[in-house]
């Protein structure tokens, strides 16, 4: 109701005292430091911020874009946090930058429909703080996480849930092994007819990761001309 200020949240947070309350604060410093932006960037939530991207090679493609909002890329992780934020409105921070970063990089579809979205289905939702984590993971920001910095949603999801997040929200792996659940399609015939997961049950990944990778770090260097760093990949 905007009737606390973040100062007051601040300054509560720090007497405490409690050690978990100084991620919390860094989230205050991040939302506080959006706001900054959007006020002098009004323009955000639609236009990047670094000039290079304004060309960048996207690619809209309808149907990439609607298995991405249903959960049906065949990445297990990313998956289960879309078909999450369908049901009840919200997923880890974790889970939304693994979904952000396939959207823009590895499928090359724009920023601003992810970002869309986002608005339209998050209980949390906010404009500055929306605009500016896309374009954090987009490249494009203000002190934006590097372009050529792209996730592996296998291993993220491998690093970040044992299955038991994946099997919550993606039914049709509810009974695979944890060594496959991540990697669905890579389980012998026999433990995937043991699972009950029939070959059209889950897609297959819209796009390899290296195949997704290699094709996002060339549209790099076609917006970049060479002026963008690359890092290694996460």
Not at 24 to 36: D, G, M, Q, T
Not at 64 to 88: F, S
Not at 149 to 177: C, H, I, S, T
Not at 192 to 206: H, K, N, Q, S, T
Request: hydrophobic share 45%; no cysteine.
């Amino acid at each position: 109701m905007g009737e606390v200020s973040p100062r007051q949240v601040w300054h509560a947070a720090r007497e405490a005292g409690r050690a978990e309350a100084l991620p919390f604060l860094r989230e205050i410093l991040w939302r506080e430091f959006s706001h900054h932006l959007l006020w002098h960037r009004p323009e955000m939530p639609r236009t990047a911020l670094r000039a290079p991207f304004a060309r960048f090679p996207f690619a809209p493609d309808r149907d990439l874009l609607a298995a991405w909002k249903r959960g049906r890329t065949g990445y297990p992780i990313l998956d289960a946090g879309m078909r999450q934020l369908w049901r009840i409105g919200w997923m880890h921070n974790r889970v939304r930058m693994i979904a952000a970063s396939l959207l823009v990089k590895h499928l090359l579809q724009p920023w601003q429909d992810g970002a869309t979205w986002f608005m339209d289905t998050l209980v949390d939702a906010d404009p500055a703080s929306n605009s500016a984590s896309w374009q954090w993971i987009a490249g494009s920001g203000t002190d934006a996480s590097a372009y050529s910095r792209v996730f592996n949603p296998v291993l993220q999801g491998e690093k970040l849930d044992q299955g038991a997040y994946v099997r919550r929200w993606v039914p049709e792996l509810a009974r695979m092994p944890s060594r496959f659940v991540h990697r669905p399609h890579e389980a012998p015939a026999e433990i995937r007819r043991a699972a009950g997961m029939a070959d059209e049950a889950y897609p297959r990944p819209v796009i390899e990761h290296s195949a997704g990778r290699v094709r996002a770090l060339a549209a790099l260097r076609a917006t970049s001309r060479g002026e963008l760093s690359e890092e290694a990949e996460a």
